[in-house]
């Protein structure tokens, strides 16, 4: 009850977060693999006592979610609750393969963190809440999409937990006969082919209209690029029965000689069953959603400050890295100088610069610090040596040229 009023709020509000915390604290996997436990050890008080209790939940968690979604002012269907009414073969895989995993998990005596991680994988309380859902707003088509999903998930979750109890030989709760596990194991395997078929269907028609959405963006992106026309809308109909493209263009009208040439193209883009519907002119005007078009030309002004706002960012980041490169190459003149005082306190002014030195003889030009220093008074060679053999221990380079004024 409490898992699922917290997920049809999840849902309501298309909070991911509160979706994955009902999903942890639902009571279904229990009952649903029990059920999967009981087949394959053939007790039928566990079948029993597993199926009362999800056929309980299940009735509870539907008209809970029912209720609320009846009474709350949000009655928008949201992204997060889309998503669970189409069911498809991957919903299966997940479903089979988390079930092995959780039936796995619960034979062994450490604790992991398995079982929450399969209870968000294959998500069993969205699917109903969802169901509520349909239920409280009359759209059949989420009802039975959504209670497919689920039962997908708890047939393929109870199927893995069959699977996995007779792959190690679990022992039986009773003797059965041959006659009778080969029913049982026909009547498993019809399930799961009459739960498996249409969710390939579903999955083909899923990839299909993913393709054509996707070649029909590049076709009207790459065929409709004019330099004083513009797609302002673009409407795509990705069902099998009523393929259709249609643009909606602002500026100078194309000519129909051209949209025929355009409509020619469709096929290399494997569009050749759609009808492309091109509206231009005063039709395209009145028909434009300006919704759409406002959110479109938001969307493309704020791609372009995206993209300004990049290279803004790399040219910076350029800089930045000159700039460091500068600073990593200037000496500290004050400290050299200070330093340079200490051990030699007749020094009154000093310069110290890298220059490039090019060597006569072979014109190869290589970087040298050159030293400027004035003395008070007269200043012995041996000293200067001193101060050429510190100044390239404390500057690091090797090429160092003193000169004395």
């Known amino acids: 009850m409490f898992a699922i009023v917290i997920c049809s709020v999840g849902l309501n509000v298309n909070s991911t977060a509160v979706i994955i915390g009902a999903m942890l604290i639902s009571p279904l996997m229990g009952p649903i693999i029990g059920v999967g436990v009981g087949v394959g050890i053939f007790d039928t008080q566990l079948i029993r006592k597993g199926a009362r209790n999800l056929l309980v939940a299940v009735v509870i968690s539907v008209f809970s979610s029912a209720l609320y979604f009846w009474i709350t002012p949000l009655s928008e269907a949201q992204s997060e609750l889309l998503a669970r009414t189409t069911p498809t073969l991957w919903d299966v895989l997940i479903a089979l393969f988390g079930g092995l995993a959780g039936i796995v998990a619960a034979t062994r005596k450490e604790k992991t963190n398995v079982i929450p991680g399969v209870a968000i994988a294959t998500a069993l309380m969205p699917p109903l809440c969802t169901t509520g859902y349909g239920l409280a707003t009359g759209q059949w088509a989420y009802f039975l999409g959504a209670l497919y999903l689920f039962f997908i998930n708890a047939v393929f979750i109870s199927v893995s937990a069959f699977l996995l109890v007779r792959l190690l030989r679990f022992p039986r709760a009773t003797f059965v006969d041959q006659v009778q596990e080969r029913r049982v194991r026909w009547i498993v395997w019809t399930v799961v082919v009459i739960t498996v078929i249409p969710s390939i269907w579903l999955a083909y028609t899923l990839v299909e209209r993913t393709l054509f959405q996707r070649r029909a963006e590049l076709f009207v992106t790459q065929e409709f690029d004019f330099p004083e026309t513009r797609v302002v809308e673009k409407r795509i109909d990705p069902r099998q029965e009523q393929r259709s493209i249609e643009v909606f263009l602002l500026g100078e009208p194309l000519e129909d000689e051209l949209i025929e040439r355009i409509q020619s193209h469709m096929a290399r883009y494997g569009l050749n069953n759609a009808h492309l519907v091109v509206n ?79 060597h006569v003889d072979n014109g190869t030009p290589d970087t040298a610090l050159v030293a400027i220093a004035r003395f008070k008074g007269k200043v012995r060679q041996e000293e200067m040596d001193r101060m050429k053999a510190w100044l390239k221990a404390r500057t690091r380079m090797d090429s160092v040229i003193v000169l004395v004024q």
């Open 280 to 358: 231009q002119g005063r039709t395209s005007a009145q028909q434009i959603d300006v919704n759409a078009l406002r959110s479109g030309i938001l969307e493309e002004l704020y791609k372009q400050n995206q993209q300004a706002l990049l290279s803004k960012d790399a040219r910076i980041s350029e800089l930045e890295g000159q700039l460091q490169r500068v600073k990593a190459t200037e000496l500290p003149v004050k400290d050299i100088l200070d330093e340079l005082r200490a051990q030699h306190p007749k020094v009154r002014d000093f310069t110290l610069n890298r220059n490039v030195l090019y």
